[in-house]
């Protein structure tokens, strides 16, 4: 299986931050990545898929590289909605689709 | 508007059973890949099963033998079954659709305690 690692676990920051998450896979997964926010007591949300294409309705504060195996989400201006847990997944051909293990925004 | 409503959740013992169901409204889950994800504070999100729209089916090797996915197309709903439930199956369950995934329900609770 391919394994997705994330870091960092968790970041504090301010309203306004930029703030940077990477994501690594075990392999070579293309463009295959995407990612997801999820807020306390919620389903994860799309934000980007194939590795920077943005989900519609998604803010454009958000975006995504990378390719291979290496993968960034970026945050460009946090803001206090943005204060969230985003997850990376691989989506390369077939299952099992693999997430990383989370990465905390948390307020500064 | 495009949704996913599961159900089913609840407290079984270790060894019981369960059935989650998946409902969509807005959309036929005929026509994608539907998909159960489970998640637990200790091991994060864990894709579990999907079913392709021809009816092929995958599941993660933590059920394999276990769980079977299933879809009735008359009522536009997607099944688990759950069997041989262990302590380790206890979290939230979502079903969602596609590849990527979306859209997703709002989870069903899971717990196996004796």
């Known amino acids: 299986d391919i394994q997705m690692t994330q870091s960092p676990s968790s970041v504090s920051a301010s309203v306004g931050d930029r703030v940077t998450i990477t994501c690594r896979a075990s392999q070579d997964i293309s463009t295959w990545l995407v990612w997801y926010q999820q807020k306390p007591g919620k389903a994860p949300k799309l934000l980007i898929y194939?590795?920077?294409s943005l989900q519609s309705g998604v803010p454009s504060r958000f975006s995504g590289s990378g390719s291979g195996t290496d993968f960034t989400l970026t945050i460009s201006s946090l803001q206090p909605e943005d204060f969230a847990t985003y997850y990376c997944?691989?989506?390369?051909?077939?299952?099992?689709?693999?997430f990383g293990q989370g990465t905390k925004v948390e307020i500064k | 508007e495009v949704l996913l409503v599961e159900s089913g959740g609840g407290l079984i013992q270790p060894g019981g059973s369960l059935r989650l169901s998946c409902v969509a409204s807005?959309?036929?889950?005929?026509?994608?890949?539907m998909n159960w994800v489970r998640q637990t504070p200790g091991r994060g999100l864990e894709w579990v099963s999907v079913i392709y729209s021809g009816g092929g089916t995958y599941y993660a090797d933590s059920v394999k033998g276990r769980f079977t996915i299933s879809r009735d197309s008359s009522k536009n709903t997607v099944y688990l079954q759950m069997n041989n439930l262990r302590a380790d199956d206890t979290a939230v369950y979502y079903c969602?659709?596609?590849?990527?995934?979306?859209?997703w329900g709002q989870g069903t609770v899971v717990t196996v305690s004796s």
């Open positions: 969602a659709g596609n590849l990527p995934f979306d859209p």
């Open positions: 807005g959309f036929s889950l005929s026509d994608i890949y």
């Open positions: 997944q691989q989506a390369k051909s077939l299952p099992p689709w693999t």
């Open positions: 194939a590795a920077s």
